[in-house]
């Protein structure tokens, strides 16, 4: 398993696989990933399973923070540890761009998203009242990009 960046020529990948991966109103379209991955600052991690894709994330960098736009695992992939490696990317993508912290959202229902982000050393830092299309709240997330010492 391993994380390579994905550019604007992977969209009709990512576009897939964000498909598979969220609910109708949710979901990407080709057409949206290449306006972000075209925006400045706009990244994105393809995590590879014995050279298949299974999931990417993307974040968003300004001046010195970052934002995880979308993280999403193939389901027949997930349970697998490929989020976290996905997580770890992102962070370690911060840490070589100069960026003091790192967010995101995620909704107050998706348990199992809200136990990696925790231990992966995200805190609440919010709440996005009626956020998702779906009328759920979104709890945003942040945590440190540097190194932590042991």
């Known amino acids: 398993m391993h994380v390579q ?3 604007v020529v992977y969209a009709p990948l990512l576009a897939n696989i964000h498909t598979q ?3 109708a109103g949710a979901q990407w379209d080709e057409a949206a990933i290449t306006a972000l991955l075209s925006s400045p600052g706009v990244q994105a991690g393809l995590v590879m399973v014995k050279d298949q894709p299974a999931g990417f994330i993307m974040l968003r960098s300004v001046v ?3 934002e995880v736009l979308t993280i999403c695992i193939l389901p027949e992939y997930r349970k697998r540890g490929l989020a976290q490696r996905l997580l770890a990317w ?4 911060g840490q070589q761009n100069g960026m003091q912290n790192l967010f995101l959202e995620v909704s107050v229902n998706n348990q199992s998203a ?4 925790e231990k992966q050393g995200f805190e609440k830092l919010g709440l996005r009242k ?3 299309e ?3 709240d979104a ?3 942040g945590r440190s990009c540097q190194a932590v010492s042991p």
């Open 114 to 117: 809200r136990a990696l982000y």
């Open 139 to 141: 709890l945003v997330l």
């Open 90 to 93: 992102c962070i370690q993508v």
């Open 21 to 23: 991966c969220f609910g």
């Open 130 to 132: 009626k956020y998702y």
């Open 64 to 66: 010195d923070e970052a």
């Open 134 to 136: 779906d009328g759920s």
């Open 5 to 7: 960046e994905a550019s």
